[in-house]
């Protein structure tokens, strides 16, 4: 069978190895009987899995001891609520970068508790860029800045950290976690949905320092409360087991492919060769967001006639192409190239786009 | 290899046919070429899981079309805030009916949103059974009464369905959810984890009735409302996509098994197997909950002689009879024998247990 190549936003493509690896000890885990999604979170088997899947995310990622990690449910929507319960602190407002779809979701749930300031906007240039830092209009009295390190249905990711001084800095890093390094200590808080570079949806890991935790809005659920759930070890209740049990294989890939200092290397090699191929298709091809602030994981692009669209789907499936229609609220085509998404995919999409602009150019 | 049976109370043991049917399609799912993992959720394929889901539960179930079936995250323990967030409904007071320790904490987190209400209690008989229907102080006035139909911990389980007149009635079905047939029409709201008898943990399933939804209290967050939630069939956000399939194939399994009514019944014939061998172990064994609410799927039972415990396990361990010792919080055994325990588990755990008493009596 001619492999697929799944370009899906997410849920999205994982490593082949790693589904070898599920598959196989998906009846028996190390010979102890039990299928992961059969264990007792509280057995000592499953303990093990969780240690080591939070000592491996520590070991990729290099974060600080005074972090905690927490392996939650509901996805980076629930954090949209649950980081201004937990991190207004007696404070009264909060920063927003604005970058476009996500970011604004984002804001929209966080004026339930708290008055949402935005520091900065993309709208003048249609969200097709990050406002220059220079211009931010930061509030040393907000309780913390937010941002959305990219922008998954636009393409629009930030080549840079933002500087808050002593303001924590929040990021929505979703569709651009463990895509490259940063610097853990830079965060007050990290959070992501696991279904783009991780594993399986129904896992949210939250990265927080310590010092934040403890001061949850009243009213609260207990569920939404880091403190509780960092307190309990990401076990105040039963916590996503399987999806846990393969964010742990995934990082444990990771390792192997060299840590994220070689995954950022082979995923400017994937972006850099659709962004040629797009820039160079003599407008066949056209991609909105402005050059430094390309994502390196959500390619958008539209064809100039619109009316092919569909039959470049369509062929591209054809291909074993999948998944690479746009956003139901942008249209157009959108190629999502994670970690786990091969050279070889990005070449067959690259090399299927070339015939194709030849064949109706 | 021997067989291993697997007692925990949750994850706990799933049918090995969909395990092995899990396997076989781990890679790629009817030809697809993808993991259900890889699946975007508003695909063409996971559209359909998601769809033949809820198909198959309405139908094992027969739940009446206006009930709403949701698909969530978060466990039981995040509807314990989510319930009285969204049904108090202008209303100020919860009834509760007090059976152990998950009714207790639902009534803990409830207070956080109204008045809790103790209707009745199971303390004066050391809540070793549920108190008499006919001694219960049910207020009018009520937004809703909460039950804990199955006791995990204590293994107590309502043998019957309580009746509230026009008071919604509510019940956290989590730990013998699809254990036996109830009228769903009875009930205003239904939840459960699924990481007993449904699925892997990280999937939690709601079954409302339409005029309940729609009347969240401010503040409430947006992946908190049922309204939300159900407008948007369960994915106004990525829903638990991996999770949401194995149930799928587990309602499947429900059907090939004759559905809820044949369940039941070898599930009380699981049951009366294990209850029988402690009763007539000559207090060898105890299990201290009243008959009449004896629970079937989980089986309390203790030592007389708690210096054996220990070898108890030990033992049982080396005969492949998994997770048995009893919660951190109550000591003693627990057995879990949910629909997926097979009736050649509990008599392995029977023929063991008498060969113990009798080589230790």
Known sequence: MTPVFNFSAGPAVLPRE??????????????????????S???????QIAAEAEEDLRAVMGIPANYRVLFLQGG???????????????KTSIDFIETGHWSKLAMKEARKYGQVRVAASGEAQGYNAVPAESDWQLDPQAAYVHYTSNETLSGVEFPFVPHTGDVP???????????????????GLIYG???????PAGLTIVI????????????????FDYKVLAEADSMYNTPPTFAMYVAGLVFKWMQR?????????RNIEKAALLYETID???????????????SRMNVPFRLADERLDEDFIKQAAARNLLQIKGHRVTGGMRASIYNAMPLEGVKALTSFMQDFARNHG
């Open 76 to 90: 980076a929507t629930s954090q949209f609520a649950m980081v201004p319960m937990n991190l207004l602190r007696g």
């Open 18 to 39: 790693v589904l070898l690896e599920v598959q196989k000890e998906l009846l028996d885990w190390h010979g102890s009987g039990m299928s992961v999604m059969e264990m």
């Open 280 to 294: 160079t298709s003599a407008g066949f091809y056209h991609c909105p967001v402005e050059k430094p602030f390309r």
């Open 169 to 187: 800095l929040v990021c929505d890093m979703s569709s651009n976690f463990l895509s490259r390094p940063v610097d853990v200590s830079q965060f």
């Open 193 to 199: 949905g696991a279904q783009k570079n991780i594993g």
């Open 41 to 47: 979170h509280r057995g000592r088997e499953f303990m």
């Open 257 to 265: 492919q060299g840590g994220l200092k070689a995954i950022e290397q």
């Open 208 to 223: 927080v320092r310590e010092d934040l935790l403890g001061q949850a809005l009243p009213g609260t659920p207990t569920m």
